[in-house]
């Protein structure tokens, strides 16, 4: 069973970079997409950006400015890093799997999210 | 980029109820259309994905449809554990939207 599990701060301070971690068991992180989606408290959801294990990437262009997301094969592993954050980038982080097939892409498997608020 | 929007935003029904929600895609999507499930306090949790297939494990009270441009989501006898908030997503083009939710509430 693929499991993911967010980690990092859950506190960052306005203009600084959010920086979390997504820890991938029972799979591998060299064969599928990644990606990341966040959710401001009481609202929907927004995908970031995703990655391939190659490195190949693709981020949302709302964020692409501030947006870079890599992978660690090596640890199993992929981040996000969001710079300048402000208080609207206030949200629960997730990761997750995409499963892509002809039918088109889909998240499979998803972390327990990581609330990380932005506040001095 | 392609907007999906759904309907309604809330609903309250009852246990044994037959439930619809819907989403509409801006532009065609063909059937790059995903369902996802969320509970308070969890990850979203997918049901249905290219419009009609239903994810494994998903109980088959869970169906969707299509119709052009709209997509459904069925609960076709809602459960107790069914309450929660639906959400579509459009994976045809980038960015890969989301609706904007659609919360399911006992009545």
């Known amino acids: 069973q693929v499991q993911l599990q967010e980690s990092g701060p859950g506190l960052v301070k306005p203009s600084e970079t959010l920086s979390l971690t997504c820890t991938v068991s029972g799979g591998s992180v060299s064969s599928y997409y990644w990606t990341w989606i966040r959710q401001p408290p009481g609202k929907g959801l927004e995908w970031i950006g995703y990655?391939?294990?190659?490195?190949?990437?693709n981020y949302n262009p709302s964020l692409k400015s501030r947006v870079t997301i890599s992978v660690d094969t090596s640890k199993n592993q992929f981040s996000l890093n969001l710079s300048s954050v402000t208080a609207a980038d206030t949200a629960v982080y997730y990761c997750a799997r995409v499963f892509d097939t002809t039918a088109g892409p889909r998240y499979d498997y998803w972390g327990q999210g990581a609330l990380v608020t932005v506040s001095s | 980029d392609i907007q999906m929007t759904q309907s309604p935003s809330s609903l309250s029904a009852s246990v044994g109820d037959k439930v619809t929600i819907t989403c509409r895609a801006s532009?065609?999507?063909?059937?790059?259309l995903n369902w996802y499930q969320q509970k308070p306090g969890k990850a979203p949790k997918l049901l249905i994905y290219a419009a009609s297939s239903l994810q494994s494990g998903v109980p088959s009270r869970f169906s969707g449809s299509e119709s052009g441009t709209d997509f459904t989501l069925t609960i076709s006898s809602l459960q107790p554990e069914d309450f929660a908030t639906y959400y579509c997503?459009?994976?045809?083009?980038?960015?890969?939207?989301f609706g904007q939710g659609t919360k399911v509430e006992i009545k």
């Open positions: 990655i391939y294990f190659g490195g190949s990437t």
């Open positions: 997503q459009q994976t045809y083009s980038s960015p890969p939207a």
């Open positions: 532009q065609s999507i063909s059937s790059f």
